[in-house]
């Protein structure tokens, strides 16, 4: 069973900071207080940026990293259609 | 017994002179080795007519074996990044060493006539190939050309929509969203304009990213919340530690002990012993190293009883309470 946490980012600063969140919504994930990689197809593969198109591919996806989490496995690759994966420019600052 | 030969055809040593080579297994020997040659002569003597010029690869190193003359020849001819095909073997085939040697081949080993020709090719077909793969050298510089041009419209003509993709974005970006503050239509536009930059110079190189437009295309309402760029802090991808995994100033690793302090080991130890049963009860976890009285074990046992274990068990029990009785009188009195 997943349990879901929605944070907000003006009041997690370091979090924020850490990971990175420049667009919201982005969604970390966790396994046993270890933070969990999954390739989407982005290029950032630390946390998913944007919304989900549908229930079930959050469903999906959540069942893929807990089964390679049980594995052992770091990080995973996500079983969503890249089709439905929301596209974003990473953009680098001053670059 | 004549001298040993060697039958470079049979690969086998023989003593009776040359008289081996009309013998039947010579003859067909050299038939099947000729048959293995014959579809590559075949192959090079059609390429005569049109000479095949191709983009050089690795697999045109290959050579072929001539049985006449004993040597590895080159199969194509390469130069450069191009190939013709069969080249070296033509040129090897056309040769007059080749030719002498052929000749010497069909003598010694008592070939047919017939398939001598086969073998050979005559330098006024040799003359024709060369002739028709400097045309088809031509024609295959002239293909490359084409593909060259069609490449470099194609390019252009991306170029030219990603530009047009651009401008249209551009419009309608006037009115900055409220959320995202001051700092997002100024990243925008700044990342816009140096897009705009670099649009002007041509590259050849790698297209801008098509993110960028399907981004622009599904509407989703990404909300952009400024860079997370502290030069001083790492972050995620720079491998910083993680927050939760910082250590705090006012915890010492000292204190920190994990596990059970000195006290409840040994409460530990009291609650084990007081699992095991009562150690003067016989039976199994028995724990031999407690003390027992002399009346400890209750045998009931008489040494010359017979009868059953209850018997002398009532009988013993009797006895004891009779003992009883008395002692509680001699302690009254």
Redesign the interface.
Known sequence: MATIYLVDVDQTPVYTHYFDISYIPSTVFFFNGQHMKVDYGSPDHTKFVGSFKTKQDFIDLIEVIYRGAMRGKLIVQSPIDPKNIPKYDLLYQDI | MAPPERCSVCRQTFFCGRGHVYSRKHQRQLKVALERLLPQVEAARKALRAAQVERYVPDHERCCWCLCCGCEVRKHLSHGNLTVLHGGLLEHLASPEHKKATNRFWWENKGEFQMKEKFLISPQDYARFKKSMVKSLDSYEEKEDEVIKEMAAQIREVEHSRQEMVRSVLEPQTVPDPEEGSSAPG?WKG?NS?VASTSQQPSYVDLP?A??L??ME?G???????????PG?G???SG?T???MVQDEDCSSGNQQIGPSYEEFLKEKEKQKLKKLPPDRVGANFDHNSSTSAGWLPSFGRVWNNGRRWQSRHQFKTEAAARNKQQLHKKKS
């Open positions: 990243s990342t140096q990213p993110p960028e399907d981004w599904t989703q309402p990404l909300t952009f919340i400024g860079h997370q760029d502290t802090i972050n995620i991808h910083a993680p927050p939760w």
